[in-house]
């Protein structure tokens, strides 16, 4: 579900007027659905039902505190991929001993301060990384839960650049290297606690064959991991795909609520019914690490339209929200519907483009895009925002960060005040 609607001819989010929000806010503006981040979190978890596991959602998807509350009050773990997230948990209320520990560069003052605040595991992508754990931690007197990261050298399908799970990819060590190298570090390295193995082999995947294609790789090898070296977790990752396009045909009232169409939905019920069978005989704690799932679905950005331009080829909609604050149509040609906060009265349409104000060829929302008419002064909406969306903006061209919001029920929160001009120079001599 998601939380967006048009009632009364204004889109909402919950039962809160995204008009409103953005005239007493300003634009750009990251407004949030606490009731869909909750949704998504609880049909994951009783999707998994039948097998012991624990969902970690992943915190570089959304970090804002208030998200990061409303998950762990709800009892979610978290997957960390640096110091500044684990701090960032802490200060939310979460508890690191749910906390997974991912990425290939971890540094030592990461290292340290994961190993003092008690983390679950580390989840680690390199032989070398293992060794470096192990001499980090020998030195703090302590012992390392460790994970390592199994390439599955499975195709995700999706775009390349969030796609981790092939050979190719600097994810993770090789299928066929990871039982020697399990051998290699419980007889070599006695500050690493073997505790797991990890895999995640993309982002944003909209079918489920890969899932099945890697847990099935997998199985024998976490099996006899397990048998060996008395490993009690397999984390499956995360990657569960959203719907991002929406079908726009003409004469519909509520657009955003029809049938999605080039995506297939995968939803998280059959998510769950082809992968708890297959998992739950293991005896293995089984992690998951959700993150555009839990939050994507849940955020917009809305943005006022500035001008528009006219050219001999285009039109363009010049909007107060740029690359900046959404990166993700310049980086991997990600796609947002773009919806006006005031219900179109009809269903004519023209082919525009949507453009942010940055120095950037590449700073657009849109190109060639059928939209309903909106004209300056008019607020439209970035739908599905809400994951590697402000977790991502900038300061460039010296704009501010722009504020996030909140909303549950009829309460909306500013959850992290819009940057000012003199934050912009904080720091600077
Ligand atoms: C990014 C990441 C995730 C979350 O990916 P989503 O596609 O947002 O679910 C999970 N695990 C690891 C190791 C990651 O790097």
């Known amino acids: 579900m998601h939380g967006f609607s048009y009632k009364n001819g204004s889109l909402f989010c919950e039962d809160v007027d995204l008009s409103t929000l953005a005239a007493e806010h300003g634009t750009p ?14 049909r994951l978890d009783a999707a998994m039902n039948g097998v012991d596991h ?43 001993a749910h906390c997974t520990f991912a990425g290939v560069g971890k540094t030592r003052d990461e290292i340290v301060y994961a190993l003092e605040q008690g983390i679950y595991s580390f989840n680690v992508e390199s032989e070398e990384e293992l060794r470096y754990l192990n001499e980090v931690a020998g030195e703090l007197g302590m012992i390392a839960p460790a994970a390592v990261r199994v390439n599955p050298n499975v195709d995700a399908h999706t775009h390349k650049y ?28 006695p500050n690493i606690k073997l505790r797991g193995l990890q895999m995640h082999i993309g982002s944003q995947l909209t079918t489920i064959a890969p899932f099945i ?32 396009k929406h079908s726009l045909e003409s004469g519909s009232i509520n657009w955003w609520e029809r049938q999605p169409t080039e995506e297939r939905p995968l939803t998280i019920e059959r998510y769950g019914k082809e992968l ?67 219900e179109p009265a009809s269903g004519e349409r023209a082919k525009v483009d949507v453009v942010g104000p940055i ?21 439209v909406a970035l739908m599905s925002a809400g994951a590697y969306g402000f977790v991502m903006a900038s300061n460039y061209n010296s704009r501010p960060l722009p504020a996030e919001i909140l909303v549950e029920g009829a ?18 001599l």
């Open 29 to 42: 503006l990251y407004v949030y659905s606490a009731g869909t981040i909750i949704d998504h979190y609880s």
């Open 54 to 96: 624990e969902v970690a959602y992943a915190v570089k998807a959304n970090s804002n505190l208030s998200v990061l509350r409303l998950l762990a009050t709800h009892g979610a773990g978290f997957d960390i991929v640096s110091g500044g997230e684990l701090f960032r948990v802490i200060k939310a209320g979460g508890d690191p």
């Open 162 to 189: 969030i796609s981790t799970g092939k050979s190719e990819n600097k994810f993770g060590v090789d299928f066929t290297a990871i039982a020697d190298l399990y051998d290699r570090a419980s007889r070599d390295l």
């Open 213 to 244: 294609e890697a847990v099935e790789k997998v199985i024998p090898l976490v099996t006899s991991l397990k048998e060996k070296h008395g490993i009690e977790f397999w984390s499956i990752g995360g990657g569960i795909g959203i719907i991002y």
């Open 276 to 342: 708890v069978p297959r998992l739950k005989d293991l005896g293995l704690k089984i992690l998951l690490e959700p993150g555009r799932y839990i939050v994507g679905n849940a955020g917009v950005l809305l943005t006022k339209c500035l001008y528009e331009k006219k050219g001999s080829a285009k039109t363009f909609k010049i909007v107060d929200a740029g690359m900046n604050d959404l990166i993700r149509p310049a980086l991997y040609e990600g796609h947002h519907e773009i919806v006006p906060l005031l």
């Open 359 to 379: 120095c950037e060829s590449g700073d657009f929302f849109c190109q060639d895009r059928e939209l309903p008419n909106f004209n300056p002064g008019d607020h």
């Open 411 to 428: 309460t909306a929160t500013v959850v992290r005040k819009r940057q000012t001009l003199d934050d912009l120079i904080e720091g600077e």
